[in-house]
């Protein structure tokens, strides 16, 4: 995470660079923060988001400011061009972003191995990339992270990623799944074999 740079969104997709570069300064005005900004970068022609640079802390103050910004300001502020609320968050990494996208394809094909899941049985590291349901960790990107009870069945799946072609490997405990959802272990195994994800 880079907390000096902070990303807008909310734009529609292929919005011009003017329009986002426009919107963007009167958004830093209304966020109280013109006096921190250093920069606001568009990239390309079109876009969706922009980022903006701030004036340089450390870290943890960095960090502290980001979070102030978010807590105050999120989804009080709508953007004129598209009518849609604006967002803000850190700038993440390449690796951060790819991450991101891999365990959201994860919690989706948990999804389609034994159909709807409650919200509320259902929660999700980020960071750790680690899923638990009803408090019981089913589904990790790292083996070691499921700590598995003796004699669990442990499957593997992956994900592709379409943008960068990179294979990432996540790990499921079929034998926790198979009772937190009580189906039987065979047919979950059968269901790993031929997911049905888009």
Request: net charge positive; proline share 5%.
């Amino acid at each position: 995470m880079d907390w000096n740079r902070l990303v807008l969104g909310g734009w529609h997709m292929d919005t011009r660079r003017d329009t986002v570069d426009g919107e963007a300064k009167l958004l830093v005005q209304d966020l109280g923060i013109q006096e921190e900004v250093t920069e606001i970068i568009v990239y390309g022609r079109r876009a969706s988001t922009c980022h903006v640079l701030l004036r340089p802390l450390p870290e943890t103050q960095a960090k502290r400011r980001l979070l102030s910004l978010k807590a105050t300001h999120q989804d009080k502020h709508i953007l004129k061009s598209s009518g849609k609320t604006a967002w803000l968050t850190p700038h993440k990494s390449a690796q951060k972003r790819l991450n991101n996208r891999a365990t959201k394809y994860a919690t989706e094909f948990l999804h389609t191995l034994v159909g709807p899941i409650d919200p509320v049985r259902l929660d999700v590291d980020w960071n750790k990339q680690i899923l638990w349901l009803d408090d019981v960790r089913v589904l990790a990107f790292q083996a070691s992270d499921l700590r598995p009870d003796g004699p669990d069945t442990i499957n593997a799946s992956s994900y592709t990623d379409p943008r960068s072609k990179e294979e990432i490997h996540f790990h499921i405990n079929m034998s926790r799944l198979a009772t937190a959802t009580q189906k039987e272990l065979p047919a979950l195994v059968q269901a790993l074999s031929d997911p049905k994800i888009e």
